[in-house]
């Protein structure tokens, strides 16, 4: 599996998103309670990103050790805030690398990427969807990885000026037509809007007053959180209470 979490609303440490709760991500990096596609921990890594205002890109730390041996962001992320907020622990898929640059969130500009899953058949099978993109995207991949790749495909229909939640949706199914059976949660967001595509792993939406949650696990035992379905396209935004937007998965236009 691979866990994560996206958060929009007032500025709140990280370390009460990620840390302190009692089934947060780091919880979660060495007993997620949702062990569907095997593995038992999520130790081959971490990363955060996180909004410092409404125009720059995001900051962003990653590395490729357990959540829970960095005493160091501990630190950091009790004394960091931020209003929006997106974070993953990793279980690195069998055959792909343990590095820093394999581990979510994926970047540019203004937006934050995470991949929940497997593309089956890696690399072969999405050769033909690689083959779309500018040579120069797949020369400078962050890792020799599935989710770099997905986050690849993304980008490149963002920048042709896709809305997040439609990205996501072309890239699922052209990935599924070619890799059956692949596993491909995913959020995405741009520190304004919350994107996610549920495709076989879990995903589950908090919704308070002024913020807004989507996490693999819910983070407690709050009755407020709702587990989504599964081949369910999520956006959230706030305006200021959350807006949550959940549809199918709609069918190719094609
Ligand atoms: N396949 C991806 C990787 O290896 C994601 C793994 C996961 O979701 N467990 O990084």
């Not at 540019?108 to 990427?113: A, P, S, T, V």
């Amino acid at each position: 599996m691979c866990r994560h979490l996206g958060y929009l609303g007032p500025a709140v440490p990280l370390a009460g998103l990620i840390l302190d709760r009692p089934h947060a991500l780091l919880r979660q990096s060495w007993a997620p309670a949702d062990m569907r596609g095997g593995g038992a921990v999520n130790a081959d890594g971490f990363g955060v990103g996180w909004y410092t205002d409404d125009v720059s890109p995001p900051a962003r730390y990653r590395r490729a050790v357990p959540l829970w041996t960095d005493a160091s962001f501990a630190s950091v992320a009790a004394a960091t805030s931020s209003h929006a907020v997106l974070a993953a622990v990793r279980s690195a898929t069998v055959g792909m690398p343990v590095t820093e640059t394999a581990c979510a969130p994926f970047t540019e500009g203004r937006w934050l990427f995470s991949h929940n899953g497997v593309v089956r058949g890696w690399p072969e099978s999405v050769a033909g969807l690689a083959a779309e993109l500018p040579t120069v995207d797949l020369m400078t991949l962050d890792a020799p990885t599935d989710s770099a790749l997905l986050w690849a495909l993304v980008r490149h229909r963002l920048r042709a000026g896709a809305a997040p939640a439609d990205a996501l949706a072309d890239v699922v199914r052209a990935v599924a037509a070619v890799a059956p059976d692949s596993r491909l949660t995913m959020l995405l967001t741009d520190g304004t809007t919350l994107a996610a595509v549920t495709w076989w792993h879990s995903l589950s939406v908090l919704e308070g007053a002024d913020f807004v949650v989507l996490a693999s696990e819910p983070w407690d035992d709050d009755p407020q959180w709702t587990s989504l379905g599964d081949r369910l396209l999520v956006t959230a935004t706030l305006n200021p209470a959350p807006d949550v937007r959940v549809r199918a998965l709609p069918p190719d236009p094609d």
